[in-house]
C-alpha cells in the first residue's frame, strides 16, 4: 500500500515515472517490485556504503 500511496503522489504532482533502487541480492524486493509493474532499467556500481550494487527499476506512472 505504500509502494502504491508513493505512486499516487507522484502522479498527483505530474511525474511520468517513478524510479527506486534496490539491492541486488534484494531478492524479495525485486520479485515485489516486478509484481507490480517495475521493470530493471540499470544498474549502479557501489550504490550502498558498503560497497554493494543495486539495480535500478522504473515503473510509468502517466495517465494513459
Not at 4 to 25: H, M, P, S
Not at 30 to 44: F, K, Q, S
Not at 47 to 56: I, K, L
Amino acid at each position: 500500500r505504500l509502494l502504491a500511496a508513493a505512486e499516487e503522489v507522484a502522479r498527483a504532482r505530474g511525474c511520468r515515472a517513478v524510479r527506486l533502487e534496490v539491492r541486488v541480492d534484494n531478492t524479495s524486493a525485486m520479485a515485489l517490485y516486478e509484481r507490480v509493474g517495475y521493470r530493471r532499467i540499470g544498474r549502479c556500481a557501489a550504490y550502498y556504503e558498503d560497497g554493494a550494487d543495486a539495480w535500478r527499476y522504473e515503473k510509468s506512472v502517466a495517465i494513459s
